[in-house]
């Protein structure tokens, strides 16, 4: 029995680590392409290893470095602020909904269920947002809209729901209140869950492009490090355009691929620093919301 078990977890790790083979490899691909020379990539295509080392790339993303910096800056607050926002306000309205003898637990449930089925549109939205709630260029923009969402204040109400209702009762025989319950119990008890929902909510705004290119029209100060490297993506776009068209230019001279792959890695570079720290309560909390529904 026990030579059958080192085989099958020999068997096992073999298979995750070409699993982390298959899944690393176009990752530093990329990586080894964003440190290339783009006329090398030209002829010779893409390489794990550059054949001429070069920054060539990552100097024309940060050609203007202000901007990419002050992106970063309102990418990082609205992402932060965002996700605690969205944590926070989706927990008070999930702890209501887990409690039982809350008297408007089923019509509230069918109101948020209903929302998920149906939407008022992105026409309706842009009008809210930029005639009623008088959001645009604004910083608000990125958080307020997105601060509750019916499938989170289901998953934090299936973690709720698993926590004993004799630790409630005992607390509230103690003295505290449903503040108190929330802050004290609640929350902490479900942290993997918290985490896990986090990590979704930050990466989401984080990978944000679409609400600078709606909302954010005279304060460029304001538009978010997605929509900056879109930007710088449709320039490099236009600099081939007009080497075609033009016979005195060389295309091989523009950074396009080196480029494109540099800024994967400007973008990603947070993400992939977050995202261990909630690894540990990762799957647990997948695990635990997916228990009830």
């Not at 295509?45 to 550059?50: A, F, M, R, S, V």
């Not at 990082?76 to 989706?90: A, H, K, Q």
């Not at 523009?254 to 792959?261: D, L």
């Amino acid at each position: 029995m026990k030579k059958k078990m080192k085989i099958s977890q020999i068997v096992i790790h073999i298979v995750l680590i070409i699993m982390c083979i298959v899944t690393l490899y176009p990752l530093l691909l990329c990586l080894g392409v964003s440190f290339s020379q783009e006329q090398d990539i030209v002829t010779n295509g893409y390489k794990l290893i550059p054949e001429h080392f070069s920054l060539s790339g990552y100097k024309f993303v940060f050609s203007n470095p202000k901007s990419v910096i002050n992106a970063y800056k309102v990418t990082i607050f609205f992402s932060v602020v965002g996700t605690i926002g969205v944590l926070f306000c989706n927990s008070l309205m999930a702890y209501p909904l887990s409690r039982k003898n809350f008297r408007f637990r089923t019509g509230l449930n069918f109101y948020f269920y209903f929302t998920c089925l149906f939407g008022g549109g992105l026409v309706p939205q842009y009008i809210l947002i930029t005639r009623y709630l008088r959001l645009a260029d604004t910083i608000w923009v990125y958080i307020i809209p997105g601060l509750v969402g019916a499938w989170t204040i289901f998953y934090l109400r299936a973690s709720f729901q698993q926590i004993p209702e004799e630790m409630i009762e005992s607390a509230i025989l103690d003295g505290a209140g449903e503040w108190r319950i929330l802050l004290t119990f609640m929350i902490p008890l479900s942290k993997p869950v918290l985490a896990t929902m986090a990590l979704g909510t930050f990466l989401g705004k984080w990978n944000d492009w679409m609400t600078s290119m709606l909302y954010i029209n005279d304060k460029t100060n304001l538009i978010s490090l997605q929509y900056l490297l879109q930007r710088i993506m449709l320039n490099i776009k236009l600099m081939q355009d007009q080497t075609v068209a033009s016979q005195y230019l060389d295309a091989k001279s523009i950074p396009a691929e080196t480029a494109r792959m540099a800024m994967m890695f400007v973008v990603a570079g947070p993400a992939l620093v977050i995202f261990p720290f909630f690894q540990k309560y990762f799957v647990k909390g997948m695990i635990v919301g997916s228990v009830k529904g």
